[in-house]
């Protein structure tokens, strides 16, 4: 190999034009292929048990995102002005080619079950707006005595109504979210205000913000790489090479996504950030070397140095690239989508970088010329701080092992307070419009989340038995009153209630499942035959042997949806003696089984890439102890990490759960070199000089490292999206502790386990 790296040093032109015209063409192809994915469903597992099943419900019940349109007069709905809102909105929607014109429900399309002289009968609340007060007042009594459209399409104040447009996932665009906006914001008077929330909105918004949160990051982060770069090398020759290195190896991960037609999703957006700060290392490690070497042999030539560089540094420089791909490698045991394919293309890139690294600088060092001679730094106490501070661990390692346990116990128990979060809403500012907007629609409604319990029996017409009926509404009522997160409810229940109701004359006696399933089946036939039945389809099958229950949620964060799931379930026993199976649907649920498939990939990927890096480290250093001594402070950093999480109520979502493969990706890195140059002083035999002189190398260079690699993580501080704002303080942390953890603990650990001076002792 080392070989093989010199024979570059006599083409460095040809380098660099090969590694310019093949740059340029992932760029174009980049440019030309990339695309943002704004459907979350594509975020999920699409052949997992639970998204099967819940596609299979979603085509059994018309089971849809709904786009929700909120109509505010403070004053009341019940105006002219108001109610013509209402009905412009309602036939724009319809007249959309996104949107199927049976998906849009508003106080203006909803059914209004009454009773009549001749039995029952299904109308609308109006076709043509009302203008006298009487009319006005005629259609507020409507609307209130209608349970199933009182508190859910009109709010219980009465100064919002709901239009509700139901869409198909692949029909959504960044067009069409746009449309959606200015169709709203036309509407708006001076008396009303339009309000926008659901589902496909949030995509639209995270589509939106996405991109725009990438290209405010990476001019911010390679600036303050840039500036870090040169305080810490102090020669701008090193800093643009340094540079050049990360900019070509991430323009070669998006090209190479494009170039797979794999999309960029949210969490993707980070990989820049990623590989800018992580692509620096090599070169931090690489020149901290050279200019070492030069300040010995200010007389040597560029050849000479450079080859030294690279005959020193190759093996540590591939070794750490080796670890740090393997840590992101090993989020290919995520089943979800974007970890899988963030941790991919960022191995890739990060192999990329070790290539540049190994032959972009070198050729750019003979290109151009040597840094220069730093001749301050050959006075007897060069290393003096170095040396201090490493006589001062050794002496008080008790100390720093006893803090650090402490520290680590600490830490577990925070772990145990980690929580995962799968909610979309979640990763805007609480006070951003989007989370206002749910938050206001939430206030006056059931909510803007939903859960939908998919009850299955073998036996045909098992939904008209009184007995079933009633313990769905029981269920119902129950879940809804004892969580205050769950809105509302509905269900076949809710017609057969309203049925009976008008059946009596409007008496809230039957406001109740009747005990007659001969006169269930009557209601049904009687809807059927004078309501719309496309409607009665979105919660019972044809056959009544599946019926759909939905639950409304105001937050869509894992704990409502778990909290509700566990009030369901209690009533799991009850339908089963009845030859009922219970199971979920829904976007809601599917955020939920997300959630259960991000933490066991995390800690599949913690595990695996644990034990692969343990195993690397063995191999590269041919002892197995050294693979276990280099891997504790990165196990040591993962534990405090993840308990400063649960500390700090910081959930473990699709961005945080990326947290542990960083930590292991880029600390190790640290343990590397310095167990490298350890190694290599060992020679001397003396211990405590071994020591000084690796803190006075490595530890120099990881201090560089440590220092570039928070400060572009700190970046991720100015991201719109507060998940990225916690993974940048998280990863910062992290490689302070690692930084940390390694000239500390690691150094203690080599040194009292004499595991290089063994054999030297017995000499």
Known sequence: MEKILKQTLKYPYWI??????????????????????????????????????????????????????????????????????????????????????????????????????????VKAFYKKTPTSAEDLNELREKVKTNEMVFGRLVSEDETVSVIIAAINDNVFSQEFYEEILTIAKQAETENVKIYVAGRPIVEGTMALLGPADMKKMVPIVLLVIIAVLYLTLRNVQSTILTLLVVLFSTVW????????????????????????????????????????????????????????????????????????AVGFISLLTSQVYPIKYFGLFTAFGVMVAMVFSLILIPAGVMIFKLPKPKVKEEKGNDHHFAFKSTIKILKYKSVTIFATIIIVVVSIVGIGKVWINSSFLDKFERDSEIVLTDAFINEHFGGTSTVNLILDSKEKDAFKNPAVLKLVNKMQNDVVDSLHLVGNSF?????????????????????????????????????????????????????????????????????TINAAIAEIEKFQDDFKKLGIEMKYAGSGYKGLVFTDLILEGQIMSLVLSLIIVILLLGMMFKNIWIGVIGSVPIIITAIIGFGVMGWADIALNTT??????????????YAVHFIEQYKINSQSGDKLLTAQKTMAHSGRA???????????????????????????????????????????IMLILLNKTNIYFKNKKEK
């Open 16 to 121: 660099l034009l090969v590694i310019l015209i093949i740059s340029a063409v992932f760029f174009s192809k980049m440019i030309e292929n990339s695309r943002m994915e704004t459907d979350l469903d594509e975020y999920m597992p699409q052949d997992h048990p639970a998204f099967v099943y819940s596609d299979q419900a979603e085509e059994w019940f018309n089971i849809k995102d709904g786009i929700i349109v909120a109509v505010e007069n403070k004053n009341n709905i019940y105006n002219e002005e108001t109610l013509n809102i209402i009905i412009e909105l309602t036939k724009t929607f319809q007249k959309l080619p996104q949107i199927e014109k049976a998906d849009v429900t508003s106080l203006y399309t909803a059914d209004n079950i009454i009773g009549t002289e001749d039995g029952m009968d």
């Open 253 to 324: 991960a998006f090209g190479l996504m494009a170039l797979l037609n794999i999309p960029i999703y949210a969490v993707s957006t980070m990989i820049p950030v990623m590989l800018i700060a992580i692509g620096v290392a090599d070169g931090i490690h690489l020149f901290s070397h050279l200019q070492l070497y030069i300040n010995k042999n200010p007389e040597a030539t560029k050849k000479e140095a450079v080859s030294d560089m690279l005959a020193k540094m190759w093996k540590p420089v591939v070794m750490t690239s080796v670890t740090t």
């Open 491 to 559: 269900s076949l229940t809710d017609y057969i209630n309203r049925m009976n109701k008008v059946m009596h004359a409007d008496n809230e006696k039957f406001n109740n499942i009747p005990n007659d399933q001969n006169l269930i089946a009557q209601y049904l036939l009687l809807y059927e035959m004078s309501g719309d039945p496309e409607n009665l389809w979105k919660v019972v099958d044809y056959n009544y042997n599946k019926l759909n229950v939905n639950f409304q949620l105001k937050s869509d964060n894992s704990k």
């Open 656 to 669: 945080t759960a990326l947290l542990s493969s960083i930590a292991i990706g880029i600390g190790i890195d």
């Open 702 to 744: 990881i201090l560089f490292n440590a220092v570039v690699v928070i400060a572009g993580f700190m970046v991720l501080l100015f991201s719109v999206f507060p998940p990225n704002r916690e993974l940048g303080a998280l990863v910062s942390l992290n490689m302070f502790i690692s930084f940390i953890g390694t000239i500390t």
